[in-house]
């Protein structure tokens, strides 16, 4: 067994966040994503963890509704809000509960894409999820994974290292994404490509910054217990980040947060 991520992704930390990649950012990872896969009407997609549907949106409006989509994940309030996005486009996903770390309800060779975007690395063993994403794709079918790699946001971390004078705490995304993760992903497809997104956002005030601060790091998402447990104490390091990145503004006029995001795609 691999090692256990104790990880919950929240709704509010997933939109927010979300929602200031689309306002400061530079680039649309979405139509990164699609033109890298370059998708043909009438596929079967699997979104595996489909969070509030994001991807199965991008997915459905570029096959102009020609496709079949389902989308799985393991926390209902996301999945209610995937309904939600569903129930604006007339319900054409399926919306189903998926817990990565256990077989998939489907047959064996039913997808032509498997895709999990921002996920993977919170398996529990990647020997298991993986093999179980293959098993579902047909022959030929693909393997669409993203992730932060390991330069993603360096000032982010800069900022909270020189804020709390503490050492930044083991990120499963970009720890285990580009070297177990593709280790196995290498070894169970027959094709294996990398693609690399980078996405600039530009931050000319702190406020936005904190904002993406808060949500990466609110308290439900037990990864950083390392720099607080409590509320207050929670509190206090957004104080120190708030001073440290209003210096980073005074200085230099803006923060300029790189997303690194890796893309793989596989081919069964
Ligand atoms: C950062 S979110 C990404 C959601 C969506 N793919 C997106 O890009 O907006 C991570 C997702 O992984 C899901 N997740 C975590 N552990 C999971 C598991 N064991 N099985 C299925 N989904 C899981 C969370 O519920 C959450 O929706």
């Not at 098993?135 to 804020?163: C, H, Q, S, W």
């Not at 209003?246 to 790189?258: K, L």
Request: aromatic letters at 10%; glycine letters at 6%; charged letters at 25%.
């Amino acid at each position: 067994m691999g090692k256990r991520i104790d990880f919950q992704e929240t709704t509010n930390d997933l939109l927010t966040r979300i929602d200031i990649h689309n306002k400061f950012g530079g680039r649309d990872i979405d139509q990164w994503m699609l033109d890298t896969l370059d998708l043909k009407p009438g596929i079967r997609i699997l979104d595996v963890a489909c969070g509030g549907g994001k991807q199965c949106v991008s997915f459905h409006r570029y096959l102009r509704g020609n496709c079949e989509i389902v989308g799985g994940d393991v926390n209902r309030e996301l999945l209610d809000q995937a309904e939600i996005e569903n129930a604006k486009l007339g319900n054409p996903f399926k919306i189903v509960q998926l817990d990565f770390d256990q077989p998939f309800d489907f047959p064996s060779d039913s997808f032509d894409l498997v895709s999990c975007c921002f996920a993977i690395y919170y398996t529990n063993d990647i020997r298991f999820t993986v093999p179980e994403m293959h098993r579902v794709l047909k022959p030929g079918g693909r393997l669409f994974t993203t992730g932060p790699m390991t330069t993603n946001k360096k000032v982010f971390y800069d900022i909270i290292r020189e804020a709390t004078k503490k050492e930044i705490p083991l990120m499963p995304g970009s720890s285990r994404y580009s070297s177990e993760i593709y280790d196995e992903i290498a070894a169970t497809f027959a094709k294996t490509e990398t693609h690399i997104f980078e996405n600039p956002l530009t931050f000319k005030s702190s406020a936005p910054f904190m904002a993406y601060a808060r949500a990466s790091m609110s308290e439900d998402r037990r990864l950083w217990k390392s720099l607080f447990s409590t509320h207050a104490e929670f509190e206090d390091v957004m104080t120190k980040i708030h001073r440290v990145a209003d210096e980073y503004i005074a200085r230099d006029g803006e923060i300029v947060m790189t997303k690194v995001v890796g893309g793989f795609v596989a081919t069964k």
